[in-house]
């Protein structure tokens, strides 16, 4: 009872480290990092070398959480191997993977038998000792990551033979690695007891082989029969984790037994019973669909546990002496890789294009390798945790060059089809219609009323179907790169597809490779193709399903869709927008409408909020209400106070208190309702010539104020220092961020004639308030007294633009400082 509580306190203190070691895993896939490198550093961190959090004796005590993990690693690289995908490229993938296991497999062991005196701890080791080690680390060098290669297949959408080829050489290499693994534990089992070497001997690894594969077909029986039960999902992926546990614990114990009772010891090899027990499951049976779901949805938790636990056991003074074996190692890997690959493509007839870069793919290492090599730790007690740190050492380094191979080698081979960079927003919304018919002359003309710029392509060539007074109708020969360059596809926000499903795929197809279209729709014909469009993300509308879906909203909730679509006289759905500024501030529960209304939702700078009693209205914000056309008509009477009211309140809001006077409410009305604008006006000028900063890191305010004081100085002929105290205290005043995503600062400065404006964009946000912690858009005004007059025409100017509801979105997606100067001009606004 003292033991097994003590297992499960250990068990509790190493969850929550677990729950630690996933969020840094997460840390480091955002720079780019292996998640595995983040739990095995974690575990580094937290073991018995560094913070001490887990000892040695805990990590002997979680030896079952090892077993459980090596059972789902088997488990899945059994489930990897899908006979059916490795069809049409079998003489390849069979020479190559020929060419990789002799070639690593043979060199590498020879490599640690002949370092074996630089390896500490191999210097005192007989050499049977030496060969059985050699042999073990040999078989875990062969180990590959079809994970990893999976993963960046799919990032960059490869398709193509040498991709194919990759992908199935990774895949039966698992089943290769465990083969070789049993076989080779069994000899270095052999040898360790000094059994001697005959007929004997091998006559019983053989055996033992056998037994393996027997047992593995066994449990391959048992597995179906789980999943072909009536058990929820929990029960079955509860069982199966048993039955992988169970297995290594019968393993164990025939060894054990065997020992005692005879002169040799049995030894079935749990990784191989369970991959073929995997295998035959996803082959052979009707549940591939629920085996691969259950393992892939087990697998994270499984792996975050393994990795943390396995880099807790890495013995660091061992690596400390032996980490020069370890690049040595991983250089002879990199070697012998390119000799197999290369020599098994050679006879394979592989191109010689593809024959030069081939041995890029086979570089990763993880899940198996580190599974091998933990493997070995608990069979051999005495010597496997200081092999295993070695080995895992070689692995890490595997895992982070491989990667970046692979994917420079898929690019070389021209089979990476990922998506572009998106394209960046220029100052407009633009949409490319593909396709000229009524729905898509309607759809043209509806975007044109939201103040879209839109475009017809069509390839229908008689002239009175080509034009139309009202949209820009393009007529093009083919669905080729050339034509979407001629159209300006790369600056669209939306790409809409109306032809068929081969020449809309072709259309999203190029969209997305080659401009990173954000918006791809597509008006479906068969949902056949649904899967493919689904790929690239496209937006599929399918006429048959939505007019079903409308059908069937109309049976369940008929109210809800007759209000919606606007065939209830006596109810109404609109949109407005806020424009009374005794309203700024104001929550939505003290708001007094008439009672058979109801607010929906709040959309602010084009997002929508979860809105509640408590949400607090801003002005420029656009409300969602419900309710009789009477009452709407009461609602927008509330809201709907002029344009100028709404600008004159913002413009009020954030002036500082030294321009501030008697006249400046008629001031303001008169600059925003001035007649006759022009064209061009001086703050057009102004925003030509200004100092645009584009941040790419978050900052506190003063930071900024201090980048700013240094960036304005010049221009204004100031030191740094006091424009940066002039700022501060302009802040202290009142905050001059006047939403939570922008800021005006403007300040008074000694002097004559003298104006200047900095602009600023930060994606990742200033920090300029507790209510404005994450600032995007920065408008910094430094001017004279003479000056006061043009400060509020560029206060009021600014008002006008940011007012625009698109005006955040179009500010984050502007590519470069020249896209954020053209956001500003191209601004909707009086011009004077």
């Known amino acids: 009872m003292g033991i097994f509580l003590e297992i499960l306190i250990f068990a509790a203190g190493f969850g929550v480290i677990s729950l630690a070691s996933k969020q840094i895993g997460l840390l480091f896939k955002k720079v780019q990092l292996p998640l595995i490198s983040g739990f095995l550093f974690t575990g580094i961190l937290a073991g018995p070398f560094v913070l001490g959090l887990i000892s040695v004796e805990a990590t002997k005590n979680l030896l079952f959480v090892d077993q459980f993990s090596l059972a789902v690693i088997a488990f899945a690289a059994g489930s990897m191997l899908y006979l059916k995908d490795l069809r049409g490229r079998l003489r390849s993938i069979a020479w190559v993977t020929i060419g990789l296991v002799l070639s690593t497999f043979t060199l590498g062991s020879l490599a640690v038998f002949f370092l074996s005196d630089f390896i500490p701890f191999l210097r005192d080791m007989p050499g049977s000792g030496r060969l059985a080690v050699s042999l073990l680390a040999g078989t875990i060098l062969v180990a590959r990551s079809p994970s990893s290669a999976i993963a960046i297949v799919n990032e960059l959408r490869a398709k193509g033979p040498f991709t194919q080829t990759a992908l199935g050489v990774t895949m039966i290499m698992d089943v290769a690695v465990i083969a070789l693994f049993s076989m080779n534990s069994s000899i270095a089992d052999t040898l360790f007891t000094n059994l001697g070497f005959d007929f004997n001997v091998i006559f019983l690894v053989f055996s033992e082989l056998a037994m393996s594969l027997a047992a593995g077909y066994l449990l391959g029986k048992f597995l179906q029969l789980i999943l072909s039960s009536s058990f929820n999902s929990f029960l079955k992926t509860s069982f199966i984790l048993l039955a992988g546990f169970g297995v290594f614990t019968l ?88 000799l197999g690959s290369f020599s098994g493509g050679a006879i394979a007839g592989v191109p010689m294009s593809q024959n030069r870069i081939s041995w890029m793919a086979y570089v990763t290492q993880a899940g198996l390798g580190l599974g091998l090599a933990k493997e070995v730790a608990v069979e051999f007690p005495g010597w496997g945790p200081s092999f295993a740190t070695v080995m895992i050492s070689i692995i890490i380094l595997n895992q982070i060059v491989g990667p970046p191979l692979f994917k420079w080698a898929i690019r070389m081979a021209k089979e990476a089809h990922s998506r572009a960079d998106t394209s960046n927003y220029l100052g407009e919304n633009r949409a490319v219609i593909f396709g000229l018919e009524g729905q898509s002359l309607a759809l043209a003309r509806l975007l044109r009323s939201h103040r879209w710029q ?198 009020e809001k954030v002036t500082a208190k030294k321009f501030s006077n008697h006249s400046l409410e008629t001031e303001v009305h008169e600059i925003i309702t001035e007649k006759d604008p022009a064209p061009r006006d001086r703050f057009d000028r102004y925003v030509e010539e200004s100092l645009i900063l584009d941040l790419d890191q978050a900052m506190g305010v003063e930071e900024f104020f201090q980048l700013v004081a240094d960036s304005m100085s010049s221009r204004l002929k100031m030191k740094p220092t006091v424009l940066f105290q002039l700022l501060k205290e302009r802040e202290k005043e009142s905050s001059t961020a006047i939403s939570p995503s922008l800021a005006i600062p403007h300040i008074i400065i000694e002097g004559k004639l003298s104006f200047s404006l900095l602009i600023a964009r930060c994606k990742e946000g200033i920090a300029f308030s507790d209510s404005a912690p994450m600032v995007h858009a920065v408008f910094v005004l430094a001017g004279t007294r003479d000056q006061r007059n043009f400060h509020l025409r560029a206060l009021s100017a600014i008002a006008q633009i940011v007012q625009d509801s698109h005006f955040e979105k179009m500010w984050l997606r502007a590519r470069n400082v020249t896209a954020l100067r053209h956001v500003i001009l191209e601004g909707k606004r009086q011009r004077q």
């Open 251 to 338: 393993s164990s114990a025939i060894r054990t037994t065997t020992h005692e009772l005879f002169s040799f010891e049995v030894f079935l090899e749990p990784l191989l019973i369970c991959m073929v027990a995997s295998f035959l499951t996803i082959n052979f049976s009707k549940h591939r669909g629920e085996f691969s779901k259950i393992l892939s949805n087990v697998g994270p938790p499984v792996y975050v546990a393994f990795f943390t636990l396995t880099g807790a056991s890495l013995e660091l003074d061992i690596l400390a002496n032996a980490w020069m074996i370890a690049l040595v190692l991983f250089l002879v890997r990199l070697g012998t890789i390119f």
């Open 454 to 651: 839109v475009k017809i392509a069509t390839q229908k060539s008689r002239p009175e179907e080509l034009t139309d007074a009202d949209v820009d109708i393009q007529p093009i020969s083919s669905l080729s790169l050339d034509t979407f360059r001629r159209l300006k596809v790369g600056q669209a926000e939306a790409v809409i597809a109306m032809l068929s499903d081969e020449e809309n795929y072709r259309i999203c197809e190029l969209a997305y490779e080659h401009f990173g279209t954000e918006n791809l729709i597509v008006r479906l014909n068969d949902r056949a193709n649904f899967s493919r469009f689904h790929e690239l993300g496209a937006l599929i509308v399918d006429p048959t399903t939505a007019i079903v879906s409308l059908l069937d909203h109309f049976v369940r909730s008929p109210s809800a869709a007759s209000l919606l679509l606007g065939m209830d006289e006596d109810q109404d759905v609109v949109e407005m927008e806020i424009r009374n500024p005794n309203l700024d501030g104001m929550a939505l529960r003290d708001l007094r409408l008439p009672v058979n209304t109801l607010v929906l939702g709040v959309k602010r700078r084009g997002h929508l909020l979860v809105s509640h009693g408590y949400t607090r209205l801003e002005v420029g914000d656009w409300v969602t209400v419900v309710g009789s056309p009477k009452s709407l008509e009461e609602v927008a009477l509330r809201f709907d106070t002029n344009r100028e009211n709404a600008l004159l309140h913002l413009i």
